[in-house]
């Protein structure tokens, strides 16, 4: 059974700190691992990784894939009230195009 | 603006009632999905169709069903089978081939 694990499933830290996300996943037929920033509704795309080692950057938020050890992690530094939001990792397969596994999320909160 | 639409924003069903979401898009993006989320949980996938009078089944269809008449419209719905209806349901359209997906603003469907 295809099964995508996020730890912690929740974290409370304080402004400027900096956290580390963490997504496993045991899968057939892996193709991509995205993550994703849900705040009250609709998640929005944060980063789509495909290659083990190859980091991905956007401002304080950061992400790297291992392919080997079947996990990734997403960085978040010097962290602000406006990251506390449901952060989700979904991985998708490449047996049937689109098709997607997400984890539970982790939900951050960032307290001023 | 592209985007994609889901109405009504909350939905109310009586025991023994069929109800239907809406989910529209004019990304002209081909694949459609359809996700359950419950609190505290990620996003499981109800049906997704890649191409117009085409769907397929995804982890958790039982007691739901869907149509694709139109490229542009994946219309959910929550038949009186589904026993636990009470959840937040989230639309999503890509283009076939890229694993990014969009989302709607979600309907949370609310059993009386």
């Known amino acids: 059974e295809d099964k995508v694990v996020q730890s912690p499933l929740s974290l409370v830290v304080h402004e400027g700190d900096t956290v580390t996300l963490n997504c496993s996943y045991e899968v057939t037929n892996f193709r991509s691992l995205l993550w994703y920033k849900q705040e009250k509704k609709a998640p929005t795309f944060l980063f789509m990784l495909t290659s083990s080692g190859i980091e991905k950057k956007s401002g304080r938020l950061s992400s790297i894939l291992d392919k080997k050890e079947l996990f990734s992690i997403l960085n978040i530094t010097a962290t602000q009230t406006g990251d506390s939001a449901i952060y989700l990792c979904a991985v998708i397969h490449n047996t049937n195009a689109g098709k997607s596994t997400f984890g539970d999320g982790t939900t951050l909160t960032v307290k001023p | 603006d592209g985007g994609i639409t889901q109405s009504p924003k909350y939905l109310f069903r009586k025991e023994g009632q069929n109800v239907t979401l809406s989910c529209e898009q004019n990304?002209?993006?081909?694949?459609m999905y359809w996700y359950r989320q419950d609190p505290g949980q990620g996003l499981r996938l109800i049906y997704y169709s890649q191409i117009v009078n085409d769907f397929q089944k995804g982890d958790i269809a039982e007691g739901y069903s869907v149509s694709r008449e139109k490229k542009e419209s994946f219309p959910l719905t929550v038949t009186s089978a589904q026993k636990n209806p009470t959840a937040f349901y989230l639309c999503?359209?890509?283009?076939?081939?890229?694993?990014?997906?969009?989302f709607g603003p979600g309907t949370r469907l609310l059993v009386l």
């Open positions: 990304l002209n993006h081909d694949a």
């Open positions: 999503a359209s890509s283009i076939v081939g890229q694993e990014t997906q969009y």
